[in-house]
């Protein structure tokens, strides 16, 4: 259970005297490889994660790279204030979504912003994208705000126009993650270094459904070894769970900062997509997974209610991790043995589909895309996408329990199911993505069942009985 406190670190009382920014009178800002100019000195600075922002009304007069034409494809695009749809003046070669030219703002310069504008800037890859691959190379962001923020203050949500928050860096409890001695050598521990690169740059949510993978920039989104793209939904939750999992070892509060920072701000963002811009990461396949751990750990690093309640499923039932989660009921039952199922046609001609029968009650159970299309649930081990979405969702479980954030999360079925997939599927972890992670597995075997109230670190709990009606291990297939 997360208790909040206002008993912090000694590290973060030294911390708690705010001062403000430092800040510049500057004619240009960059961040990555993009860089805004204005048409006079602006006072400018960095938030925590090293996103910039300049004080406004402000006129941009040059980007660059700037928007250009290659053949007749438009790319390097900019656009302001965007929100949660396909539409979009980024690169009009992005798959399944729809470029405006209208909205592509990086051809209009210059352009007049004023405090509250968040002008989000594209680089393309100049080649066209190999299938599925990125478009884009990099999203970055700029933020007008109406005065200076405090010090350490996070980046506003990019969807909602803001403006200036209370979300602060200086106020994170470290208290809430674990301090666990790092597993075996051969535990595929993560290297700090590359998950903060990871996480370096904003993680952009454009689109609640499948075609954000699109918006997702090579270098927003890099894979850990940058041999496959890093943007589809099972690789963003891997990376998620080895950052949080990696945040509940025993590494050092200033070794763990910079990660924490920029999975806080992650967090943010999605909290102010939800909550403004209407997002639904609704079951479907991979695509969603990943969106609401680093929003729950916003929530409880920061003790921010607000944040906290969008994680809460009772209160915002609008992850994938949960709607694709459930407890075999009757009507499950009724609906696999009736007219109206509709397994995935890949199972059906795969031969891989099963009912649920009455002695299935109360098992916990996943569906591709349960808590919108529970006809297409199928009860078969192998059901379509089963492989894809459950390793990946794992770790998720595993990091929420560490910190004691099982309340916050409040959705029981999802924790079961990770217990008994678990069960299952660990005689078969390995780094391929279809799997159980080796980390994962190192940490679940160490770890699962210790509490993060019982005084000693590194040492584990008799497990706890799995609930009625539930097998963890031996369950029916």
Do not use: C
């Not at 070669?93 to 509250?116: H, I, Q």
């Amino acid at each position: 259970m997360f208790r909040p406190t206002n008993l912090k670190k000694a590290w973060a009382l030294l911390l708690s005297v705010v001062i403000s920014l430092p800040a510049l009178a500057a004619n240009s800002v960059s961040r990555g490889d993009v860089t805004w100019y204005f048409s006079t000195n602006a006072e400018t600075g960095v938030y925590a994660n090293g996103d910039p922002w300049v004080i406004g009304p402000v006129v941009v007069q040059k980007i660059t790279p700037g928007a250009r034409y290659n053949g007749s494809a438009s790319i390097n695009g900019s656009m302001i204030n965007p929100d949660i749809d396909r539409k979009h003046g980024l690169d009009s070669r992005l798959r399944f979504n729809e470029y405006e030219d209208s909205l592509n703002v990086g051809k209009r310069l210059p352009l007049t912003l004023k405090a509250g504008d968040t002008l989000l800037t594209a680089i393309s890859n100049f080649a066209p994208a190999a299938g599925d691959d990125p478009q884009l190379e990099q999203l970055q962001i700029l933020t007008v705000v109406s005065s200076k923020p405090q010090a350490g203050a996070f980046r506003p949500p990019y969807i909602g126009r803001r403006g200036n928050t209370n979300w602060n860096k200086n106020n994170l409890d470290f208290s809430v993650l674990r301090s666990l001695p790092k597993p075996s050598a051969n535990a595929s521990i993560p290297d700090l270094q590359n998950l903060e690169r990871q996480f370096d740059y904003p993680w952009i949510v454009k689109s609640d459904s499948w075609t954000n993978r699109y918006f997702r920039a090579s270098s927003n989104h890099p894979w850990r070894d940058g041999s496959r793209a890093g943007n589809y939904g099972r690789e963003i939750a891997h990376m998620v769970s080895d950052a949080v999992l990696s945040l509940q070892l025993d590494y050092s509060i200033q070794d763990k900062e910079k990660l924490l920072i920029s999975l806080v701000q992650a967090g943010i963002d999605i909290y102010g997509a939800a909550k403004y811009g209407g997002a639904d990461f609704h079951a479907d396949g991979g695509h969603n997974i990943g969106n609401k751990l680093p929003l729950l750990l916003a929530g409880a690093v920061l003790n921010d209610t607000a944040l906290l309640d969008y994680a809460n499923k009772e209160k915002a039932f609008i992850f994938q991790e949960d709607q694709q989660t459930f407890y075999v009921d009757k009507n499950a039952v009724i609906l696999t043995q009736g007219r109206s199922w509709n397994p995935d046609s890949r199972d059906v001609s795969s031969s891989v589909v099963s009912t649920y029968s009455t002695s299935d009650i109360g098992l916990a159970e996943w569906g591709i895309r349960h808590k919108n299309e529970p006809e297409r649930d199928n009860k078969h081990w192998d059901a379509q996408y089963r492989h894809v979405a459950s390793p990946a969702m794992i770790g998720h479980a595993l990091a929420a329990q560490l910190m004691g954030l099982e309340d916050e999360w409040n959705w029981k079925p999802f924790f079961d199911y990770a217990d008994r997939y678990y069960g299952k599927q660990k005689a078969y972890s390995s780094d391929a993505v279809n799997a159980i992670q080796s980390f994962v597995k190192a940490m679940w075997e160490s770890y699962r069942f210790n509490k993060p109230d019982n005084g000693t670190e590194g040492t584990t709990d008799s497990p706890p009985l799995p609930p009625a009606n539930i097998t963890i291990s031996q369950d029916p297939t």
